[in-house]
């Protein structure tokens, strides 16, 4: 029942993109068509479930203090948790460029749609938000750190087709000229963040 809730609160109540606002700037450059958000989003969803889990266990088995006993007791004293940010950062690029590979050889139309967006998946703060906020909440399991990522992942997945899909549809539109393009994108993305703040009275 905990990895439901976990999931759950991860996908709506904690939604990376409307609770913490990140990884916007894919967020806004992408959505302009569905079929381009539906690759961006699943490419996110799988480098999250795949760098959350690692990093857990680089966290807890290299990095926090004392995770080094298990080396030996001359070890128990070692603190390498300096170096988190450069080991996330360096498990978040090489899952990147794997992706980047598998949709360059599997779907070329859709790596050629996505364009710098999806290296720059590395630098995507969402995914580096996962890791920190997951070194934060002190997991007790690697399968609390993959529900985590799953359940971040769908809900920024959720957060960039529902923007595009709406997007498309405003496009046909009599928007006021001040407005359009990035205009009423941010009107639209203000008023999906303030229906998924009546997610955040949810306790669980």
């Known amino acids: 029942m905990e990895l439901v809730n976990l999931f759950i609160k991860s996908m709506f109540v904690e939604n990376m993109v409307f609770a913490f606002f990140l990884g916007m700037c894919s967020y806004l450059a992408v959505s302009k068509k569905v079929t381009t958000a ?32 298990w080396l030996g007791a001359e070890f128990a004293d070692v603190d390498l948790s300096f170096l988190s940010f450069i080991m996330f950062i360096a ?3 090489s899952m990147v460029q794997l992706v980047e590979m598998v949709v360059e050889k599997f779907a070329p139309a859709l790596y050629a749609s996505l364009g710098i967006f999806l290296p720059l998946i ?17 997991f007790i399991n690697v399968g609390e750190a993959v529900v985590y990522g799953l359940g971040s992942g769908i809900g920024w997945l959720m957060a960039i087709v529902a923007l595009a899909a709406i997007r498309e549809k405003v496009r046909y539109s009599h928007v006021p000229a001040p407005l359009r393009g990035l205009g009423i994108t941010f009107i639209i993305t203000g008023l999906m963040g303030i229906a998924f703040m009546g997610f955040m009275g949810i306790k669980l």
């Open 91 to 93: 498990v978040i690029a």
């Open 38 to 69: 539906v690759g961006l989003g699943f490419a996110v969803i799988f480098v999250l479930v795949i760098t959350l889990p690692v990093n857990f266990l680089l966290e807890n088995y290299v990095l926090k203090p004392g995770a080094l006993e």
């Open 122 to 138: 590395a630098v995507n703060c969402a995914i580096l938000g996962g890791s920190l906020f997951m070194q934060n909440k002190n």
